[in-house]
């Protein structure tokens, strides 16, 4: 049953102990476009690259959705560091990611279990999905944390890589 709180159309928030994950705003997307076009970011993500223009990453991020498919904004000591989002589909994906200022901190060991949380508690959503690059093993660490399971093993192109890369497919039951 959905929250009221996003049912009012108060935008999407959840916590974990260090960081806000809520709705996006419009002041979020110059921070949001610089961390998911840096080169060292971009080729773990599947739809960003460095240069790609600011109109195509912005529809990627429209301000104030708070229901799935979105993303959101994940803010630390008031600033933002990173997004979290679910996609639309029967066995919806979940994405994020960090700045690299923050990176290695266990923020991501954080915001994903309560990102699932507040899925399942204001969308019912139980049943999800992740797909990782084999060569980012901190993210494949971080999914089986919070209760992924390898289910399989695929290529996925990112818009930063020149071809396709091995992935593993992830994926939380219904519990």
Known sequence: MPDPGCAAGRGFRAGSPR???????????????????????????????PGMSRAQFA???PPGADRPPFRAAVDMDGRTVGSIGVSA????????????????????????PAFIAALAHDFGLRALRADVFVDNPASLRVLEKAGFIRTGRTMLRSA???AAAPAWVLERGAD
């Not at 476009?33 to 690259?49: C, E, K, R």
């Not at 589909?89 to 923020?107: H, K, M, N």
């Open 19 to 49: 960081c806000l994950i809520r709705s996006v705003a419009a002041p979020d997307l110059d921070p949001l476009y610089a961390i998911a076009t840096n080169p060292a970011v971009a080729p773990m993500l599947l739809l960003f690259s």
């Open 59 to 61: 529809g990627i991020f």
């Open 89 to 112: 589909g029967a066995r919806p994906s979940i994405v994020y990611f960090l700045a690299p200022a923050v990176s290695g901190r266990g923020l991501a060991s954080e915001i994903v």
């Open 160 to 162: 930063a890589r020149p």
